[in-house]
């Protein structure tokens, strides 16, 4: 029975003899078993087989040889120095990401010990005023039996008296009035009362306090479609392929999945420059420009017009009452109601961009500052600065409110004249106006495909949520729209056009309205990014 090849024993790299005949030097090559061999390999185990003189086939293998050497010197290290030229890129990236996670984490901590603090607090104060009504009570019925007790000693007294010396009408009258109720005792009070029940197993309700922590892609390369299913949790971190939305006794679960490529629903010319948008519940648009608004189909037909007598700066459409809100350069904050603009209120500054909240309130984007108010004025918060002479919000220029996390995302040009370095970006908070963290324009290495650009700075025109919580930005100068997780992860290249991108709007159908071109003419593309 022939041995299989697989049993043969190995001849060692730069052997010079044979393995199956000891001393033999390999001087002839067998084509069939495409190995060196002996002469006397060839009146035995290679007899049959074609062989040649092993200087014939040599000629033929150095041309391999030195093709393998150019094309590894030329291509496959040249890209494999790209690589680890990428590494050092992505440590940094790598350190960056888990530093600013950590922070957040840190604050987020550090917002729980104080609101803990604070509900300590309150909850003292609680205490304290609970026992000092008790205590008032407590002295008022004291008093009230002490001077019980004293109406009744002098009350026996009277009684005595009458006995000893009285008339038969003293003695009657003491007889009617020790029976009749002039005094009565005290009523018991009744004191406040309150029980405290320490929670033995706190773990489980700190966890969901402090935050969701979702993990994904260690130890495996992501591609652009792992990429693109990201959407973002109740804390405005990346989450799962899901969006859950509460209905009555049970939860609705919708699949959010971004398309392999970005469709082009609608496009039209628009004759005058449009710089603000804001879709409507009914598949319609609020479009501003200098000192007109006006309401838009998909087809550009006009429906509405609304002049003003000054310039308007930003629009914004309420999603609780879908009523459209303005500012103005004169410091006037209004809002249109049946056709007609209502004045509501009127900041100190100049009003550059402005969102109405889900909570009903108004963001108002001032120099060196963003501030909330209620609908008729009332300052609710604003933001502080990072430090001397460091505005937390330098030049803000369009707003956006996160419908799931309620995060805010504030496109900052950070001009120098306003405390600014010049170098545009979106900073997003929280619902305090807390920083979360700033995203620069910064799109990873690994990201693939790689994307068309100018190189041109970051420069953020426009900024949205969509209704999973990713931040679209509209980066104008490199005429490209962005796609950033809730929590600040480079998503993807949402659409890459041939003109300045001036502004983004969403609607409920999460169709992105886009407004792109140079003056005087704009283009409107509604695009189709995902499906929900």
Same mark, same amino acid.
Not at 420 to 431: A, K, L, P, R, Y
């Given at each position: 029975m022939a041995t299989p090849k697989s049993q043969f024993p190995l001849r060692i790299k730069g052997q010079t003899t044979c393995i199956h005949h000891k001393g033999r030097q390999l001087e002839f090559y067998c084509e069939k078993c495409q190995e060196p061999v002996c002469s006397k390999c060839l009146s035995s185990i290679h007899k049959t087989y074609t062989v040649c003189e092993l200087s014939e086939i040599i000629p033929q293998k150095e041309p391999d040889i030195k093709n393998f050497i150019d094309r590894t010197e030329k291509n496959d290290l040249v890209q494999i120095g790209k690589y680890i030229t990428t590494t050092d890129t992505l440590l940094k990236d790598n350190a960056s990401t888990f530093e600013k996670l950590s922070q957040n984490l840190k604050m987020q901590t550090?917002?729980?010990? +104080?609101?803990?603090?604070?509900?300590?607090?309150?909850?003292?104060? *609680?205490?304290?005023?609970?026992?000092?009504?008790n205590?008032?009570? @407590?002295?008022?019925?004291?008093?009230?039996?002490?001077?019980?007790?004293?109406?009744?000693?002098? !009350?026996?007294?009277?009684?005595?008296?009458?006995? !000893?010396?009285?008339?038969? @009408? !003293?003695?009657y009258d003491t007889f009617c009035e020790i029976h009749s109720p002039t005094h009565s005792l005290p009523v018991t009070p009744v004191m406040g009362t309150v029980n405290f029940t320490p929670n033995e197993k706190p +773990?489980?309700?700190?966890?969901?306090?402090?935050?969701?922590?979702?993990?994904?892609?260690?130890?495996?390369? *992501?591609?652009? +479609?792992? $990429?693109?299913?990201?959407?973002?949790?109740?804390r405005g971190q990346p989450s799962s392929q899901q969006q859950r939305s509460g209905t009555k006794g049970k939860k609705a679960v919708t699949t959010y999945k971004l398309l392999p490529q970005t469709k082009v629903v609608m496009e039209w010319e628009s004759p005058r420059d449009i710089y603000s948008v804001c879709p409507t519940t009914d598949g319609h648009v609020w479009t501003k420009y200098g000192y007109t *608004?006006?309401?838009?189909?998909?087809?550009?037909?006009? @429906?509405?017009? #609304?002049?003003?007598?000054?310039?308007?700066?930003d @629009?914004?459409?309420?999603?609780?009452?879908?009523?459209?809100? #303005?500012?103005?350069?004169?410091?006037?904050?209004?809002?249109?109601?049946?056709?007609?603009?209502?004045? $509501?209120?009127r900041t100190k500054e100049e009003p550059w961009c402005i969102c109405v909240t889900a909570s009903n309130h108004v963001i108002v984007g001032m120099t060196e500052h963003i501030s909330k108010f209620t609908t008729d004025g009332k300052m609710v918060c604003t933001t502080m600065a990072k430090g001397p002479g460091k505005p937390l919000v330098c030049s803000p220029h369009r707003i956006s409110e996160c419908p799931v996390t309620h995060n805010v995302a504030v496109a900052d040009f950070s001009r120098e004249s306003d405390g600014?370095?010049?170098?545009?970006?979106?900073?997003?908070?929280?619902?305090d106006f807390m920083e979360l963290f700033v995203y620069r324009g910064v799109i990873p290495s690994t990201y693939r495909p790689t994307p068309q650009t100018g190189g041109e700075p970051f420069n953020p025109w426009g900024v949205v949520y969509d209704s999973v919580g990713n931040l679209i930005i509209g980066d104008c100068d490199n005429y490209r729209v962005l796609l950033i997780s809730g929590g600040g992860e480079f998503l993807r290249v949402i659409h890459t056009d041939t003109g300045y991108t001036w502004t983004v709007g969403i609607d409920r159908e999460d169709v992105l309205w886009a407004v792109f071109g140079s003056w005087p003419v704009s283009t409107v593309k509604l695009l189709q990014y995902s499906s929900v």
């Open positions: 550090d917002k729980l010990k +104080q609101e803990l603090d604070m509900l300590t607090a309150q909850t003292l104060s *609680l205490y304290h005023k609970m026992e000092e009504d205590t008032k009570l @407590i002295k008022k019925y004291k008093q009230d039996l002490e001077m019980y007790e004293k109406q009744l000693k002098q !009350q026996i007294q009277e009684c005595k008296a009458a006995l !000893q010396r009285g008339s038969h @009408i !003293q003695i +773990q489980d309700h700190l966890k969901k306090a402090l935050g969701k922590v979702t993990t994904s892609g260690q130890g495996r390369t *992501l591609t652009d +479609q792992d $990429r693109s299913v990201s959407t973002s949790d109740d *608004l006006t309401l838009l189909d998909r087809n550009s037909k006009v @429906i509405q017009e #609304v002049k003003h007598n000054v310039g308007f700066n @629009i914004s459409l309420s999603p609780t009452t879908h009523t459209l809100w #303005v500012c103005d350069d004169k410091n006037n904050i209004m809002e249109l109601v049946s056709g007609r603009l209502t004045h $509501r209120f600014g370095d010049e170098n545009q970006h979106v900073v997003v908070m929280d619902t």
